[in-house]
């Protein structure tokens, strides 16, 4: 019995030995090209999302050239405790609560012999496990979340093995009408295909940018107004954002895979940058102020099959001319 005490104890020792090793020669994980980090805090780890996947890093960055100095752009003051500078390496530091949401730190490198100056963005938050541990240290915008990811996966407890089976394999979660305001404890779930989020009360959707595996998002009637970072969710084929308070669109040109795009009921302007999509694209506009007057043009327009990317406006126009004329005939009818 002594003896196999003394075999274990060497063999801890052994591995205590080889994790040391691990960390005193490769402390530094180097991004020379990087200009965009999405990091996560989990317990025990920093983690990057990569090529869509969820790596374990050191919490030292080896940057790609040599910098004198690093400029933080005016940001949250959690920027400062996260991240600092040092012979061309940036550390990163888990600031505790003081992470109160999915925070962007954006970051000027400047080489003042070379005149240099890169910017490069962090985009930090945690894991749902570690939201989901500080759940009662956190916002009731986070509570609120998680309480609703765990009743929607049947979980009742943070650490328990079946969230690992259940959350991080899921390729669908619905949390359709659960009030929903901050989407961070979602960012790291980069399994998800299809992800459903309608009426909520969401008005940011940055946080969910990582979600670079989804082909379907449903994000109808919430109050979002900006949809800057969805163009990073190049493999989307189904999306709704219908009864939002989007005005540009400008960013779902990017969108190659598109195969259903509802934007109904919006505040959107220009349409040009849904010409982009293939012919076959199904796009519904209704409800939108620049309906009547981009009829209006679309109507001058001589041979309307010559121009393929417009099928889905040549519908939605014949449908408004339809409402008018019906108008048209119910004014008449009423005045005599």
Known sequence: MGRNNVLKTKKKVCLLKAVSFVFLFFPI?????SKEFY???????????????????????KLGSSY????????????DEILSFSNDYISIKDPGLKLTTYTECKVSLINKKNKISDEVTF?????????????????DDIKLTIDAVLNTVQVKECNDF???????????????????????PLSGLINLRALWLDDNKISKIDPISSLRNLIVLSLS?????????????????WLFLSAN?????EELATLKKIKVLSIKNNFILNPAPLYSFQANTIILPQGNPF??????????????????????????????QLNKNVRYLNSSSSSK
């Open 291 to 320: 309906i009547k007057d981009t009829c209006l043009k679309y109507s001058t327009i001589d041979d309307k099959n010559s121009v393929k990317q417009l099928n889905w406006l040549d519908k939605v126009c014949k449908f408004e």
């Open 162 to 184: 079946a969230l690992k089976q259940t959350l991080f394999n899921a390729k669908m979660l619905n949390l359709t009408g659960k009030k929903i305001v901050d989407l961070s």
């Open 68 to 79: 004198d100095s690093m400029i933080l752009a005016g940001q949250d003051k959690v920027c």
């Open 39 to 61: 990091l996560f805090f989990s317990i025990n780890h920093l983690l990057n999302e990569k090529d869509n996947k969820l790596e374990i890093i050191p919490s030292r960055i």
């Open 29 to 33: 994980y180097s991004y020379a090209s």
């Open 221 to 237: 009637n919430n109050s979002i107004e900006n949809i800057n970072n969805i163009s990073n969710l190049k493999e989307l084929q």
């Open 245 to 249: 308070k989007i005005r540009g669109v």
């Open 123 to 139: 985009k930090l938050n945690r894991t749902f496990t570690s939201w989901c541990l500080l759940k009662e240290r956190t916002s």
